[in-house]
């Protein structure tokens, strides 16, 4: 546990859940908090916590228990990939929305995995005498080996359980997570994106948002209540602790905190490391995914069937690739290198203040300076191959799964159905080009050279790109498609595409008999795959020496985590998919001079937003009609106005604004719809739980601001927004619009 005598900062930081101290505890109850931590959290406790209804899906997103039948609440864009799973041209539940009016209509999401934490264990000083005994007797071994012992050590303890270990501050401590897994997971409920993404990528990283991002599972059990495989005959979980749903709202500066599993964080980085990232990294990967976006838009925009199969891949791409642009804006309007570099001169004078500690890290940011500054070209080189031929198109996987699997066609048959050649076609061409455009030949393969050579116009010194990717794609069998048959065993690479041969799987290494190409002879599989990676890394290792750069990057982190603690400064550790806990309070935003955002969005924004001709701004007839009307029905009493409940004139709000929403001049509804606090989160707390000062369920984080797109690297106080849909309007949607009567009644409304 983190010492007591560190004060905790007040608003920054992503708290490890067992390491709420006295100190801690003391500014969260400064702040508002009405409940005491163990509360929040006690592994030793006899009862439950708030802990136990956190639940983390997969360790992509975090959900919550909210009802006695093992209903879990999260986000919508948490259950994307399964709701266009089970999506069909003729029932599109991503366009239409999954509403399981019956307990039977819940569907399975095979694959889908709930983690409950039962307990978090300091194992560090277990760690360092594996290692220690691993190093006495002369073996290999890394975190990867060391974490497979000591996990198969803690699975023979606690069999029940699953065991996870985390390295936090580079080794300084060591975690071992416990969690209790159930993976007969349904679907139960998830409104239309029209309504949960109301505003698509053009208000994503915004404020204010008017977006209803929420999605309900529910949670199977064997009958006695443990984890079983999917089976009709289990039953909905009876889980230790739900959490209580509150309708009071809440108002600027109220305590709010929330619990969750953040995915990554580099706020223990060097200026070095960042610089790389700001001046080398984003700004090419940035560059190649704006590049596939506009590809696929175009191609969504004019036909439905390539939205459907494309709208999850698009919806991943197009969220990196705002984050990634927006880290870059914030690194350079906040300062954050200059910042580190700062850190980094009190870090040079307390490392020199001591013999032992100059001993120990006298070179040490030198040395990283002149490493990262030795790398940096191969770097970009090594981006530009990643960003191009390995995530270029799903053609890539699909060479890849060819090279790697030994399964053959079987590996690639899933790819092959959830996408589109003509899209696939125009992603590679444009892939191919950036990257012969832009990674030095000396990484290319022989026969990039050879195209390139044919296709150059020795006169002028120009390159036919397009012919030379037409040449490359219409040669190849890959692109041919499937026959319909294709989801039988035995299928084989022929001249034509791919064709039915005896019945055996077809590996990289095996020559068809019937004359057909190698995998390996494949235009479009030698363009994608026989890149000299190797040389990538061998110069890494050449230009890097010895000690490396990760091996620098770790005792960086160590002799700041030490002058920290010798300082007396708040330390916790960089997000890594362990449960955390962070907390703040409502409060406006003030994104740039002159300009304040409120804290709480309305409907009555949905209604000023709409635009029928935008796809992300277009309301269904029926929804429009419901916020219109402000006829809200019970949720209406949720409303207070100067303390008392509302009526139905009280909860709209009269619209002066002028222009296009004058033209309508009509009263606006109120009704709340998202809210901002400051709450400190990244990746991963998607759909956490935001909780009052009582630990009752307010709302579901989805998002973040512009403005703290720089946080995982550093923390700027005043800027750093917590978005979240507000749970009336979550209840709203489901009572007014989807009239889900039975969960309703089962959430005890």
């Given at each position: 546990?983190?010492?007591?005598?560190?004060?905790?900062s007040?608003?920054?930081?992503?708290w490890?859940?067992?390491?709420?101290?006295?100190?801690?505890?003391?500014?969260?109850?400064?702040?508002?908090?009405?409940?005491?931590?163990?509360?929040?959290?006690?592994?030793?406790?006899k009862?439950?916590t708030?802990?136990?209804?956190v639940?983390?899906?997969?360790?992509?997103?975090?959900?919550?228990?909210?009802?006695?039948?093992?209903?879990?609440?999260?986000?919508?864009?948490?259950?994307?990939?399964?709701?266009?799973s089970i999506?069909?041209?003729?029932?599109?539940?991503?366009?239409?929305?999954?509403?399981?009016?019956?307990?039977?209509?819940?569907?399975?999401i095979?694959?889908?995995?709930?983690?409950?934490?039962?307990?978090?264990?300091?194992?560090?000083?277990?760690?360092?005498?594996?290692?220690?005994?691993?190093?006495?007797?002369?073996k290999?071994?890394?975190?990867?080996?060391?974490?497979?012992?000591?996990?198969?050590?803690?699975?023979?303890?606690?069999?029940?359980?699953?065991?996870?270990?985390s390295s936090?501050?580079?080794g300084?401590?060591?975690?071992?997570?416990?969690?209790?897994?159930?993976?007969?997971?349904?679907?139960?409920?998830?409104?239309?994106?029209?309504?949960?993404?109301?505003?698509?990528?053009?208000?994503n990283?915004?404020?204010p948002?008017?977006?209803?991002?929420?999605?309900?599972?529910?949670?199977?059990?064997?009958?006695?209540?443990?984890?079983?495989?999917?089976s009709?005959?289990?039953?909905?979980?009876?889980?230790?602790?739900?959490?209580?749903?509150?309708?009071?709202?809440?108002?600027?500066?109220?305590?709010?905190?929330?619990?969750?599993?953040?995915?990554?964080?580099?706020?223990?980085?060097?200026?070095?490391?960042?610089e790389?990232?700001?001046?080398?990294?984003?700004?090419?990967s940035?560059?190649?995914?704006?590049?596939?976006?506009?590809i696929a838009?175009?191609?969504?925009?004019?036909?439905?069937?390539?939205?459907?199969?494309?709208?999850?891949?698009?919806?991943g791409l197009?969220?990196?690739?705002?984050?990634?642009?927006?880290?870059?804006?914030c690194?350079?309007?906040?300062?954050?290198?200059?910042?580190?570099?700062?850190?980094?001169?009190?870090?040079a004078?307390?490392?020199?203040a001591?013999?032992?500690?100059?001993?120990?890290?006298?070179?040490?940011?030198?040395?990283?300076?002149?490493?990262?500054?030795?790398?940096?070209?191969?770097?970009?080189?090594?981006?530009?191959f990643?960003?191009?031929?390995?995530?270029?198109?799903?053609?890539?996987?699909?060479?890849?799964r060819?090279?790697?699997s030994?399964?053959?066609?079987?590996?690639?048959?899933?790819?092959?159905?959830?996408?589109?050649?003509?899209?696939?076609?125009?992603?590679?061409?444009?892939?191919?080009?950036?990257?012969?455009r832009?990674?030095?030949r000396?990484?290319?393969?022989?026969?990039?050279?050879?195209l390139?050579?044919?296709?150059?116009?020795?006169s002028?010194?120009?390159?036919?790109?397009?012919?030379?990717?037409?040449?490359?794609?219409?040669?190849?069998?890959?692109?041919k498609?499937?026959?319909?048959s294709?989801?039988?065993?035995?299928?084989?690479?022929?001249?034509?595409g791919?064709?039915?041969?005896?019945?055996?799987?077809?590996?990289?290494?095996?020559?068809?008999?019937?004359?057909?190409?190698?995998?390996?002879?494949?235009?479009?599989?030698?363009?994608?795959?026989?890149?000299?990676?190797?040389?990538f890394?061998?110069?890494?290792?050449?230009?890097?020496?010895?000690?490396?750069?990760?091996?620098?990057?770790?005792?960086?982190?160590?002799?700041?985590?030490?002058?920290?603690?010798?300082?007396?400064?708040?330390?916790?550790?960089?997000?890594?998919?362990t449960?955390?806990?962070?907390?703040?309070?409502?409060?406006?935003?003030?994104?740039?001079?002159?300009?304040?955002?409120?804290?709480?969005?309305?409907?009555?924004?949905?209604?000023?937003?709409?635009?029928?001709?935008?796809?992300?701004?277009?309301?269904?007839?029926?929804?429009?009609?419901?916020?219109?009307?402000?006829?809200?029905?019970?949720?209406?009493?949720?409303?207070?106005?100067?303390?008392?409940?509302?009526?139905?004139?009280?909860?709209?709000?009269?619209?002066?604004?002028?222009g296009?929403a004058?033209?309508?001049?009509?009263?606006?509804?109120?009704?709340?719809?998202?809210?901002?606090?400051?709450?400190?989160?990244?990746?991963?707390n998607s759909g956490?739980p935001?909780?009052?000062?009582?630990?009752?369920?307010?709302?579901?984080?989805?998002?973040?601001?512009?403005?703290s797109?720089?946080?995982?690297?550093s923390?700027?106080?005043?800027?750093?927004?917590?978005v979240?849909?507000?749970?009336?309007?979550?209840?709203?949607?489901?009572?007014?619009?989807?009239?889900l009567?039975?969960?309703?009644?089962?959430l005890?409304?």
């Open positions: 546990m983190v010492s007591s005598a560190l004060a905790a007040a608003d920054e930081g992503m490890m859940i067992n390491a709420i101290d006295r100190a801690l505890e003391k500014n969260m109850k400064a702040r508002g908090l009405k409940m005491g931590a163990r509360e929040i959290y006690d592994a030793d406790a009862g439950t708030l802990s136990d209804a639940v983390a899906l997969d360790f992509g997103c975090t959900g919550s228990i909210i009802s006695d039948e093992g209903l879990l609440i999260t986000n919508h864009h948490c259950a994307y990939a399964d709701i266009h999506s069909t041209p003729q029932r599109n539940y991503l366009e239409d929305g999954f509403w399981a009016f019956r307990s039977e209509d819940e569907r399975y095979p694959g889908k995995n709930v983690f409950f934490l039962k307990r978090v264990l300091d194992v560090t000083d277990e760690v360092n005498a594996l290692e220690a005994k691993l190093r006495e007797e002369g290999n071994f890394g975190m990867r080996k060391v974490s497979y012992i000591l996990e198969k050590e803690y699975k023979k303890q606690y069999p029940e359980y699953e065991a996870y270990l936090m501050w580079a300084e401590k060591y975690y071992m997570a416990l969690y209790l897994v159930y993976n007969d997971i349904r679907l139960v409920a998830a409104p239309p994106v029209s309504i949960a993404a109301f505003g698509g990528d053009v208000d990283w915004e404020w948002q008017h977006k209803c991002d929420f999605a309900m599972y529910r949670v199977y059990a064997g009958a006695d209540g443990k984890p079983a495989a999917h009709a005959e289990n039953v909905p979980l009876k889980p230790e602790r739900k959490l209580k749903i509150s309708t009071k709202g809440y108002k600027p500066g109220d305590f709010n905190m929330v619990i969750g599993f953040p995915g990554r964080t580099d706020r223990w980085s060097s200026s070095f490391k960042l790389e990232q700001k001046d080398v990294t984003l700004p090419v940035n560059k190649v995914r704006g590049e596939q976006m506009a838009e175009k191609w969504m925009n004019a036909d439905p069937q390539v939205r459907l199969k494309y709208s999850n891949w698009y919806f197009s969220n990196v690739q705002e984050l990634n642009e927006g880290e870059v804006l690194y350079n309007r906040f300062n954050v290198v200059d910042d580190k570099r700062t850190q980094e001169s009190e870090l004078e307390w490392i020199a001591a013999p032992e500690r100059t001993a120990k890290w006298g070179s040490l940011l030198s040395e990283l300076s002149a490493k990262y500054k030795a790398v940096e070209d191969v770097e970009r080189n090594r981006t530009w990643r960003e191009t031929l390995v995530r270029g198109s799903r053609m890539s996987l699909i060479t890849a060819l090279k790697n030994l399964n053959g066609i079987k590996a690639v048959i899933p790819v092959y159905k959830e996408i589109d050649m003509r899209v696939e076609k125009e992603l590679f061409a444009s892939s191919a080009e950036m990257f012969l832009n990674v030095d000396e990484y290319w393969s022989d026969s990039q050279k050879e390139v050579e044919h296709f150059t116009d020795h002028t010194g120009a390159v036919d790109y397009l012919a030379l990717t037409d040449s490359v794609w219409n040669g190849s069998c890959l692109t498609g499937l026959p319909s294709s989801d039988k065993p035995g299928h084989k690479m022929g001249r034509g791919f064709m039915q041969g005896k019945e055996t799987e077809y590996s990289p290494e095996e020559d068809n008999e019937k004359g057909g190409a190698r995998y390996s002879d494949d235009p479009l599989f030698r363009f994608l795959q026989d890149v000299k990676i190797t040389v890394n061998d110069r890494l290792k050449a230009l890097e020496g010895h000690p490396s750069i990760l091996a620098l990057d770790r005792e960086y982190t160590h002799a700041l985590y030490e002058m920290r603690l010798d300082k007396g400064t708040p330390v916790y550790p960089n997000a890594n998919s449960m955390r806990i962070t907390y703040g309070t409502v409060g406006d935003l003030r994104p740039r001079d002159a300009v304040r955002c409120g804290w709480q969005s309305t409907v009555a924004g949905v209604l000023e937003k709409h635009d029928p001709t935008a796809y992300d701004f277009c309301l269904k007839p029926d929804w429009k009609r419901l916020l219109e009307s402000g006829d809200f029905g019970r949720w209406s009493s949720t409303i207070k106005v100067a303390g008392k409940a509302a009526s139905k004139s009280a909860v709209r709000e009269s619209s002066k604004s002028t296009k004058a033209a309508s001049a009509k009263a606006r509804p109120a009704f709340p719809v998202d809210f901002i606090n400051d709450c400190d989160i990244t990746g991963g956490s935001v909780l009052n000062a009582h630990g009752e369920l307010i709302g579901l984080a989805f998002d973040g601001n512009k403005e797109l720089a946080s995982d690297a923390y700027t106080p005043g800027y750093n927004k917590c979240c849909v507000d749970i009336r309007y979550i209840l709203l949607t489901l009572d007014r619009y989807a009239h009567d039975r969960i309703l009644t089962e005890g409304f």
